[in-house]
């Protein structure tokens, strides 16, 4: 589910949102402007004053999608991902680079390489990552194929921002993978 919500709406998240706007101003590679924003993401993680109360609500059947920030030129995003304990991703790409960031809780990923298996393919995993309340990690597609999940009893929310215009497109998802999987 996708909740539009103004632009905004703490002067901490206007400072993040500036502090994005910079890195990606620089016109970088993908690679490198994933490593600027989580450097500047990771300073407002854990704090009080980011989120409203209503962007940090979940949705009891899904995890909840709150879209902060939708830069007008398209050139990035910022999402808060709010997650329900259980609650989880279908495993997926990406539409660009994304740099995510545990603003509360604990979330659980699991990451795969698509392997050619003769005249279709399969997923290998090949890591398992937890990522705790202040963890930053970013990607650029290819090789971003992941599932993301809640393993905890406490509500999740973690702060996503791509470099695509989610406002528009309604999701990050390039492709959701119903092939077999190697698990580890």
């Keep these: 589910m996708t909740t539009p919500t103004a632009a905004p709406t703490t002067a901490r998240l206007a400072q993040l949102v500036d502090d994005v706007r910079e890195a990606v101003g620089r016109g970088l590679p993908p690679d490198t402007t994933a490593y600027l924003v989580g450097e500047r993401l990771a300073a407002h993680l854990g704090a009080d004053d980011l989120l409203t109360a209503e962007q940090q609500e979940g949705d009891p059947d899904r995890y909840r999608q709150h879209i902060l920030h939708a830069e007008h030129d398209g050139s990035f995003s910022v999402v ?36 050619p298996d003769g005249t279709t393919a399969r997923l290998v995993a ?59």
């Design 80 to 115: 808060a991902l709010v997650w329900l304990p259980g609650q989880r991703t279908a495993i997926h790409d990406h539409v660009s680079w994304c740099v995510t960031g545990v603003h509360e809780g604990t979330e659980s990923e699991r990451r795969y390489r698509l392997v």
């Design 126 to 184: 090949t890591e398992d990552v937890v990522n705790h309340q202040g963890d930053v990690c970013g990607f650029a597609p290819p090789g971003d194929i992941h599932r993301v999940r809640n393993a905890c009893t406490a509500k999740a929310i973690s702060l996503h921002i791509y470099g695509a215009d989610i406002s528009r497109l309604g999701s990050s998802v390039r492709r959701v993978y119903d092939l077999p999987t190697d698990e580890i």
